[in-house]
């Protein structure tokens, strides 16, 4: 791990735990969803008390990067790989945002689940927002890897 | 000097030095005039550029 990046680090810890928290996260809707609890209720416990966790697991990692590696300012490369990874994650969430909101106005003709449960196209949106994240961190740690 | 040494000159990451020297980053002009400094030499010296090749540098070789 010496021959990365701060940034590198960041962006893995951050990957993992987002990674295992987010499956989680839609394993726990799944069932709720499938017993007929998927509630505002139900689901604002869950997203309220996993983000609470991911952002202390955040918080731990990244005092510990930062306690055990040599302090960087970022530079012109962090920025310009910041910014593609960024961008290339930011077509695929419109993407995504728009892909649902057409299933849901197409699914709605056919009285798709989707289209009539506020709670699914919650987490429909929450899973964009993550396949988002995902691919902007994996994106990231390969322009690192692999140059830009 | 060590790739360290000249990161801290230049003011980029250690790991950026890197990227450039295995051609993995093309360098800003400012940068790349500043690597050129830090070993004295003009920038065409450090840096040049082959018709269907990435930019190339011997940043390595003066190191």
Known sequence: MSSLSFHEKSAIGTLVALWFIGIFYFHSVWDLWQAGQLHPASMTGLATGLTILLVIVLVGYHILIAATARPQQEDERDRIIAWRAGNISGVVLGVAVIGIVVHILIGGFFGNALAESPMLIANALIAAVLLATVVELVLTLVFYRRGL | ?63
């Open chain 2, 1 to 63: 000097m060590t790739q360290q040494a000249l990161a801290d000159a230049v003011g980029v990451s250690r790991q950026t030095i890197i990227a450039i020297e295995q051609g993995r980053y093309s360098p800003s002009l400012e940068v790349a005039l500043k690597i050129a400094q830090a070993f004295g030499e003009p920038v065409e010296q450090v840096f040049w550029f082959t018709e269907g090749v990435d930019s190339q540098t011997m940043i390595g070789n003066l190191q």
